[in-house]
């Protein structure tokens, strides 16, 4: 059971390209998340999608769109990478309801020159 | 929001019990407290969250004051393992009607454990 798998764990990219976050569960959750974790910081949600074929926008969406792709993956993608979406992004899912704990991957790390 | 205050770091002599407070003195009556940690370069991991009872799991336990103003978590026999940076969160209800969640993660506790 390998819970939340995040892929790319690294990636550099140069200002302007562009770049997917991949993201799947395989625990069965109908809501999933979108975090990044500047240094020094806590955790700031992008995007979050409540069930399958929806998605709403978090605290820092701007600069990102994601994708709902199924109820297994969530996908976050850059169009246009900035230096300041340099930080490491956390994908987290959990059971649809008011009192169910998220559980995590292990990040991507992303760097923007 | 309810906010929460955290000490921003700790000691904790290894084998020994581990507490970490934690003030949310503007929780609303239907607020959970949750607790996660995050172990460096990993990812948050979820330990234990409640409402209004004391709370105990293989992880740790939860104790919340009668007022639910402050709670304490209790790791009761720290390993080196365990040394993490611990978050705790009062649970924020988005769409209620579609039970979405939001963390609001704070800046946490750095729990040092001293072998």
């Known amino acids: 059971n390998a819970g939340v798998t995040q892929t790319p764990k690294f990636q550099v990219l140069k200002t302007g390209q562009s770049m997917t976050l991949q993201c799947a569960q395989d625990m069965n959750h109908n809501s999933m998340y979108w975090y990044r974790q500047d240094p020094g910081m806590g955790l700031r949600l992008i995007y979050y999608s409540a069930s399958e074929g929806t998605t709403d926008k978090g605290e820092v969406p701007n600069g990102y769109n994601v994708s709902r792709l199924n109820k297994r993956e969530f996908s976050l993608r850059l169009e246009s990478a900035a230096p300041s979406q340099t930080s490491v992004y956390f994908c987290a899912s959990s059971e649809q309801g008011w009192n169910q704990p998220q559980h995590f991957g292990d990040g991507t790390r992303l760097s923007i020159l | 929001d309810a906010k929460t205050t955290q000490p921003p770091s700790m000691d904790c002599a290894e084998g020994r019990a581990a507490n970490l407070p934690c003030n949310h003195s503007t929780i609303s009556g239907n607020e959970y407290v949750y607790w996660y940690r995050q172990i460096h370069s990993q990812g948050p991991q979820y330990i234990i969250h409640g409402l209004k009872n004391n709370e105990t799991n293989e992880m740790a336990s939860l104790i919340i004051t009668e007022d639910r103003k402050s709670s304490t978590l209790i790791l009761p026999h720290a390993t080196l393992r365990d040394t993490a940076v611990y978050y705790c969160?009062?649970?924020?209800?988005?769409?209620?009607?579609?039970?979405?969640?939001?963390?609001?993660f704070g800046t946490g506790t750095r729990l040092t454990i001293i072998p």
């Open positions: 969160i009062v649970r924020v209800a988005g769409r209620s009607n579609f039970g979405n969640e939001k963390l609001t």
